[in-house]
């Protein structure tokens, strides 16, 4: 399905992005459940039912400091009861609440047989005798959470599927879990290919350039929730560009960068059909980015196909491919929904002139602090210039086609974070 696709270049005739990401969709599946401690869940998708051990509250338990009372010895107010016990958090009532009497409870404490209100310390004066109670409105119930008004042992707290939020895992620690089934985080290998490329680590020698991407790439990996391992920089050289996707096709997803475009040492397609992987398509009506290519290969030993990216090297085509394609990818490994690379409606600051015949993602920053997002384009050299895109938010997106949008109209925007 992909050969027209990929042997074309008139944008027209190329997937559009929407296109695109159905294919991809229709590739992935979610990976399998396993166990992992609440400290290495946070958004995660749940894998299993979760249910309560034991009621919650265990214990009808007091919700303010103040006094365990029979509200029927409390028809009116400035009504004297005597003080009995004093019950604090972790502690039980020795007895229960004799008629006429009133004990002192703590927030958390368990509140006596025959108590049915507690009155706030603030409603209350202590007179001879006793204590006054000053509480119009008290009525049965008040200011106690009932034996398992949360939840009763059996009941299911948590729903398979849902995303591990820092609430949902108190939830989980709170009917006694340390661990959860749930769908671990995929393996992105990351490998960034040309023989222009020096690590960081180098001042880059005559035609040399460092290579950012795998950084940048990496760091989006592990913001998507999967876990990134990169490869190191790997020449435009056959071999060396076999062995290093053997390697990356261990993994769930690997990710190029750089060698999918036509040029003569853009050897990254031939390379992954050679080693298997199955062309989904290549190139997309997309700036930057265009020349991206997705494929997947099925594996024999039950596990999920690899999912393989080529991204463009200009560092913002790969960093777009990634935020628009990837991440669909890694959101559909992880079991969750497909709404994290959905545009969001903003509003534009200034007019701004598109011209191109493909929707174009352009770096721009975004007014947090207006009444409603209003965005900015940054001024900016196109899919190379890095440092003026790491200044921006995220990016507006423009439609295909010459036209002046004005200052005011509602416009998409994919944020970087
Ligand atoms: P390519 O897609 O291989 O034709 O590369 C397109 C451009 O991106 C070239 O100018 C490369 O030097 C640059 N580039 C490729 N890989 C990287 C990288 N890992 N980091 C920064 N720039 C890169
Ligand atoms: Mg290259």
Known sequence: MS????????????????????????????????SIALAAALGLVLGEDVQADIDAPPFAKSLVDGY????????????????????????????????????VIMTGAAVPDQADAIVMHE????????????????????NILPRGREAHAGDVVLARGCVLTPARLGVAASFGRTELRAIRRPKVAIAPTGDELVPPTQIPGPGQIRDSSSTTLAALAAQAGAVAETLGIVADDPGALRAAFAKGLESDLLVISGGVSAGKHDLVPETLEALGVACVF?????KPGKPIWFGVKPRTDGRTPALVFGLPGNPVGSLVGFLVFVRAAIDG?????????????????????????????HPATLQEDALEPVAAAV????????????AADGFLLFEAGDRLYKAGEIVGFLPMR
Request: charged share 25%; aromatic share 2%.
């Open 333 to 361: 490994l992880l079991g969750r929904g497909r709404d994290r690379g959905r545009p969001l409606p903003v509003r534009l600051a200034r007019d701004f002139a598109h011209k191109g015949d493909r929707p174009t993602y």
């Open 3 to 34: 050969g027209g696709w990929g042997k074309s270049t008139a944008a027209a005739e190329l997937p559009s992005v929407a296109e695109a990401l159905a294919l991809v969709h229709a590739r992935v599946a979610a990976l399998p459940p396993e």
């Open 68 to 103: 365990a009372v029979r509200s029927r010895d409390v028809a009116d107010s400035g009504q004297v009861l005597r003080v009995g016990e004093s019950i604090a958090a972790g502690q039980v009532p020795s007895r229960a609440l004799a008629a006429g009497e009133a004990a």
């Open 282 to 286: 290549h190139k997309v009506r997309i």
């Open 379 to 390: 001024d900016w050299a196109g899919s190379a210039d890095l440092s003026r895109a790491a």
């Open 123 to 142: 409603r209350t004066r202590v007179v001879a005798g006793g204590i006054e109670i000053n509480d119009a409105k008290l009525k049965p119930g008040q």
